[in-house]
C-alpha cells in the first residue's frame, strides 16, 4: 500500500539545538515530495517541494533533502518560533494531483 | 493577494442534520482540492475539481457527501445526512492551472453530536 511515514512523532528541542526530521514514503513514480508548516487552527503552509533524489532546498534555518526512499528536514539552530507541526506529502503517478499525507511530526523549541 | 478562503470556521451539528462547507480558492486557480483530518489521523484527499469539473474523487468516502463548483470560482462540500465519523477538520486548497504546489486554507472544523 502507498504510505507516508514520518518520525519522530513529536520532538522537543532546546533552542539552538539542531536535530532532523524523517519522512519515509513507499510510492512508485514519485512527482514530487512536499514540507509544510502547520500551526494550530490552520491551515497548512508551504515549506518546499523536492522532484528528484539528490535535491536540496533551503530557506533561512531549514533545509530539505530528498533521496529514493525518504526525506530529511533539517532544522539549524531552531528557535521557539519554529515550533509548529510539519507535515510530509507525495504526489505520484500521472493522472492525479492529490497529496498523500504523513502524520507529522509535532515540533517543541524551548528557550 | 488573498489567500483561500473557508467558511465557517467551526460548525457543531446533531447526527443526520446537514452541513454545507464553502472555499473560495485564490483567483485564478483552476485546480481546487477538498482533504479532511479525522482525529488522530493524517490529511487524506477527498475530491479535485478542474474549473468545474470533477477531475479525482476518489477520497470521497460515500454518498452522502455532495462536492460541487459551479462556474469554476467557489466550491461547496455538503454532508446529508451527518454522521458521527463525518467530525474532522475539512481543508481546501488551491493551485494555479500547471502548478503542483497546493495553497491551504484555514479549514473547516466540523462537530457532529
Known amino acids: 500500500e502507498d504510505q507516508v511515514t514520518q518520525s519522530p512523532e513529536a520532538l522537543r528541542l532546546q533552542e539552538g539545538e539542531s536535530s532532523s526530521l524523517n519522512c519515509s514514503y513507499t510510492?512508485?513514480?514519485?512527482?514530487?515530495l512536499f514540507w509544510y508548516r502547520q500551526d494550530p487552527g490552520k491551515g497548512p503552509e508551504f515549506l518546499f517541494t523536492?522532484?528528484?533524489a539528490g535535491e536540496e532546498k533551503e530557506k533561512e534555518r531549514l533545509k530539505a533533502t530528498l533521496t529514493k526512499k525518504e526525506s530529511f528536514l533539517h532544522i539549524t539552530a531552531p528557535k521557539p518560533e519554529d515550533s509548529a507541526t510539519y507535515l510530509c506529502a507525495v504526489q505520484y503517478g500521472g493522472a492525479t494531483n492529490k497529496l498523500i499525507f504523513g502524520t507529522g511530526t509535532l515540533l517543541a523549541v524551548q528557550p | 493577494e488573498a489567500g483561500v478562503t473557508q467558511f465557517p470556521s467551526h460548525s457543531v451539528i446533531e447526527k443526520g442534520q446537514t452541513v454545507t462547507l464553502r472555499c473560495d480558492p485564490i483567483?485564478?486557480?483552476?485546480?481546487l482540492y477538498w482533504y479532511r483530518r479525522v482525529m488522530g489521523k493524517e490529511i487524506k484527499f477527498l475530491l479535485h475539481f478542474v474549473k468545474e469539473s470533477k477531475q479525482d474523487e476518489s477520497g470521497m468516502p460515500n454518498n452522502r457527501f455532495l462536492a460541487e463548483r459551479t462556474g469554476g470560482t467557489y466550491s461547496t462540500l455538503k454532508v446529508q445526512p451527518a454522521e458521527l465519523e463525518d467530525s474532522g477538520v475539512y481543508f481546501c486548497?488551491?493551485?494555479?492551472?500547471?502548478?503542483?504546489?497546493?495553497?491551504f486554507g484555514p479549514g473547516t472544523r466540523l462537530t457532529v453530536l
Open positions: 486548497a488551491s493551485s494555479p492551472p500547471r502548478g503542483s504546489r497546493q495553497f
Open positions: 523536492l522532484y528528484s
Open positions: 510510492v512508485s513514480g514519485l512527482r514530487g
Open positions: 483567483s485564478g486557480h483552476d485546480n
